[in-house]
């Protein structure tokens, strides 16, 4: 399985972001996929996460500003990002998760998102 993100970059803040997480080498329809974020000296934390049934969670800091959806038909996850803040700015990455874990997870390279006030 390979995960290869994109769409992170520099904004200020308010400004919007729409983060891709292409999946590839294997069944999509078989992984539930979540975002984590990580800026060194921090904890990584699950941003959202979306099931192969499209069940769908936010961590309460992004709750009415980011939006998670898949596209089955391009195997391909999406984080919009909305109203972003400072505190947002971390590396992005993406994990597949086999939906009865009979896989190893498999995560991307990550894609950097800075916020300036």
């Known amino acids: 399985v390979q995960l290869v993100e994109s769409g992170g970059g520099w904004v200020q803040a308010g400004g919007s972001l729409r983060l891709s997480c292409i999946f590839s080498g294997s069944v999509f329809g078989l992984y539930d996929i979540q975002w984590y974020r990580h800026t060194p000296g921090k904890q990584r934390e699950l941003v959202a996460s979306?099931?192969?049934?499209?069940?769908?969670n936010y961590v309460d800091s992004v709750k009415g500003r980011f939006t998670i959806s898949r596209d089955n038909a391009e195997n391909t996850v999406y984080l919009q990002m909305t109203r972003l803040k400072p505190e947002d700015s971390a590396g992005y990455y993406c994990k597949a998760e086999h939906y009865m874990g009979l896989k190893p997870d498999y995560w991307g390279q990550g894609t950097q998102v800075t916020v300036s006030s």
């Open positions: 979306v099931t192969r049934g499209n069940v769908i």
